[in-house]
């Protein structure tokens, strides 16, 4: 059982939430920047002999929030914590799992090894995009779990929204997984599209043999970061007469004007977690963390 519950400054309203919930006693530490711009971190709070789990989501300033949770966990053990959890609901550095030109950095085993000699004792997160490494337990040498938000991104939908013969997709092969698993709370249908990556942020999406027309689709991912996939999954479901079509993932990072493009192409919702706190972050991932920690 987690008896503290200790807020990074990417999570701190989530980390309350999660105190809440397991009824932990919630710390925030003081966190300041030196004149050269290096962090200052100070944990207010005896530590000593207690399990303490480090809620810290690596979102749009990655290298600044790692940082952060390097000195947050360090000091923790050197202060006598018994355990340290490290959360990340949202991990960065997921994408470089291998070296495709050479001399690149495998981030993702860079970052994971450094999380690891600061002393984090287990590794939580939240829909890890993980493409060639298919289990976190595969990279990390401590006990690592990949939870997911889907379930809770289905259940809002159903309870918001009221679909009409409705099916979901994947914009992708590698979203089959999550459209699986939403299908099942919706009591619905799924379905994969296959996309085409023509560069950074520019993609083609090809139809395998659906039928959505005059159907309520449910478009589901782990990432929304500049749009690009959704836009192209909505345009083309819509040109083979979808109905309502409504896109949620787990993290809504919505950069380069993101949430506006994906309305323009005719999206009803756009709905996301608060992994990453954003404008439509309606579903708290709190549930799933306490659960797990509990």
């Known amino acids: 059982m987690v008896d503290i519950i200790l807020g990074g400054s990417s999570a701190q309203v989530l980390a309350i939430k999660i105190g809440r919930l397991l009824k932990a006693s919630v710390l925030l530490p003081e966190i300041k920047r030196f004149p050269d711009g290096e962090k200052y971190v100070r944990i207010t709070g005896d ?46 550095y997921a994408r470089q799992d291998e070296r495709f030109k050479p001399g690149e950095a495998v981030s993702f085993k860079i ?28 990279i990390f040498r401590i006990p690592a779990h990949n939870l997911t938000a889907v379930p809770l991104l289905a259940q809002y939908i159903k309870k918001n929204f009221e679909l009409t013969n409705p099916i979901v997709i994947g914009p992708d092969e590698e979203a089959e997984q999550w459209a699986k698993v939403a ?25 395998r043999e659906l039928d959505v027309k005059n159907r309520d689709v449910v478009i589901v991912d782990d990432i929304i970061s500049t749009g690009g996939t959704m836009v192209e999954a909505i345009k083309m479901l819509r040109e ?55």
């Open 240 to 294: 083979h007469g979808a109905k309502n079509i409504i896109a949620a993932c787990t993290h809504p990072i919505l950069v380069q004007n993101a949430l506006t493009k994906i309305y323009q192409a005719g999206a009803l919702a756009v709905i996301g977690t608060d992994t990453v706190p954003s404008s439509i972050s309606f579903v708290s991932v709190a549930p799933v963390i306490a659960e797990a920690l509990r």
């Open 183 to 207: 299908a099942k709370e919706l009591e619905a249908e799924y379905d994969v599209l296959e996309k085409e990556r023509l560069g950074p942020s520019e993609v083609r999406i090809k139809t």
């Open 47 to 92: 530590v000593n002999g207690k399990t303490v789990a480090v809620i810290q989501s690596f979102y749009h300033q990655p290298d600044e929030f790692l940082i952060e949770y390097f000195l947050m966990v360090d000091t923790l053990k050197d202060l006598g914590a018994k355990r340290v959890l490290g959360v990340v609901p949202y991990f960065a």
């Open 111 to 138: 970052v994971t090894k450094l999380i690891e000699v600061v002393g984090t004792d287990e590794i939580y997160t939240v829909d890890t995009h993980l493409h060639r490494v298919e289990q976190l337990s595969e």
